[in-house]
């Protein structure tokens, strides 16, 4: 079946723009997770949604980051008045999910942002 | 809270050498902990993971894992590196809780 997918793949914008990525995840899969990827930083987490709710935003850096998650399924990170720093690649991930139980995370191609 | 560091964010090996990627954790609860790698400009893909019972996990690739609780480690290994298994590897520790927490990563470089 398909995966998840993102989009764009590669989006270049002007430091103060405002941005939206976004992302599909896996049909019939609950959880939906936002990671950053920076170079030599590992991957660091954004925001995690369970259904259309997000039981942990603790991972934004800043309030110019949001994001939504809307009909449980597609979910849109949207970083405003972008700045250099945020250039990164951005990784959607999305599971099933069932309270006390670990399943893997299967993960987008991510989004490759450049702020100039 | 859980936590992961990877010793060493470069490692560089012969083909046909051992490939050792360690991995510690921190964590308040049991842990479940998680190898993913990534190909040059593709996604993350699991390659094993602990979640309970036997502590050694084989994953795909020919790679392996061993939970040790007392050193709080689960370090990834495989006999013998292909050129093949050049990539960046991810580790991982989540409580339970969708809580996955990864490490910075070690990419791996094998020489022919």
């Known amino acids: 079946g398909a995966g998840v997918s993102q989009s764009p793949s590669n989006k270049v914008t002007e430091k103060g723009k405002d941005v939206e990525l976004r992302c599909d995840p896996i049909?019939?899969?609950?959880?939906l997770y936002w990671y950053r990827q920076s170079l030599g930083q590992g991957l660091e987490f954004l925001i995690y949604f369970q259904g259309n709710s997000a039981p942990d935003k603790s991972g934004l850096p800043s309030d110019r980051f949001s994001a939504e998650r809307t009909g449980g399924s597609v979910s849109t990170l949207t970083i405003q008045r972008t700045q250099q720093e945020d250039s990164a690649v951005y990784l959607c991930?999305?599971?099933?999910?069932?309270?006390?139980?670990?399943?893997?995370?299967?993960f987008g191609p991510g989004t490759r942002l450049t702020v100039t | 809270a859980q936590s992961v560091t990877q010793l060493g964010s470069h490692v560089s090996v012969s083909e046909g050498a051992l490939v050792l990627l360690r991995c510690n954790y921190s964590?308040?609860?049991?842990?479940?902990l998680f190898w993913y790698v990534q190909y040059p400009n593709q996604g993350l893909q699991l390659l094993l993971k602990?979640?309970?019972?036997?502590?050694l996990v084989k994953g795909i690739n020919g790679f392996e894992a061993e939970f040790k609780k007392s050193e709080t480690s689960f370090h990834l290994t495989k006999p013998s590196a292909h050129m093949s298994d050049a990539a960046e590897y991810f580790c991982?520790?989540?409580?339970?809780?969708?809580?996955?927490?990864f490490g910075a990563g070690t990419r791996l470089t094998v020489k022919p």
């Open positions: 049909s019939g899969h609950t959880a």
């Open positions: 602990y979640t309970t019972g036997a502590t």
């Open positions: 964590s308040s609860v049991p842990p479940y």
């Open positions: 991930a999305s599971s099933q999910a069932a309270s006390g139980k670990i399943y893997e995370q299967y």
């Open positions: 991982a520790v989540s409580g339970g809780n969708n809580d996955m927490r």
